[in-house]
């Protein structure tokens, strides 16, 4: 775009301006041009939000999301997984019966806990397999009575 301000200034009732006047007038036609074009890149990208957003309320009309949140009909979230109870076997109830009596006999309370357990398995595998058929049949029947034996075990 070619700026008004010509340096053959017409003889119109103007008066001819001097090399800096033209300057400062070219200088503030560019400027002009320049925040011109910025406004109009600024328009285009705020009309393209604007069409982002559209977009998303119709998306969220489609799923069925309302401004008024008394009709919201947001799908349920998915239930959440019970979480499923092993069931007791022959070691862990030996490992239960036996931890707070070891625990509570050994005094030291500073101890950290692995070394319990490493005792406890210890015994366990030093158990004739008479004794741990033994310990392996009343798990059995704690979990056929339905759950009884976290409480048995726990008390």
Known sequence: MKSPIDDDAKSDGLKKLSS???DQERTAFAMAQYYAK??????KYY???AKAYAQK???FHDVGITSDSNQRNIPEPPAKKVKQVRK???YNLFIRTNYEKLKSGNGNENESDEKPFH???KLWSDLKDE????WKKRASELND???IAKNETEG
Do not use: C, P, V, Y
């Open 47 to 49: 009309m393209d939000l």
């Open 20 to 22: 800096s006047e033209k």
């Open 145 to 147: 009575n339905d759950g």
């Open 88 to 90: 007791l076997n022959g």
């Open 38 to 43: 910025k406004a109009e890149i600024e328009h």
């Open 57 to 59: 309320a119709k998306t």
């Open 131 to 134: 004794d741990r058929q033994i």
């Open 119 to 121: 005792i406890l398995a």
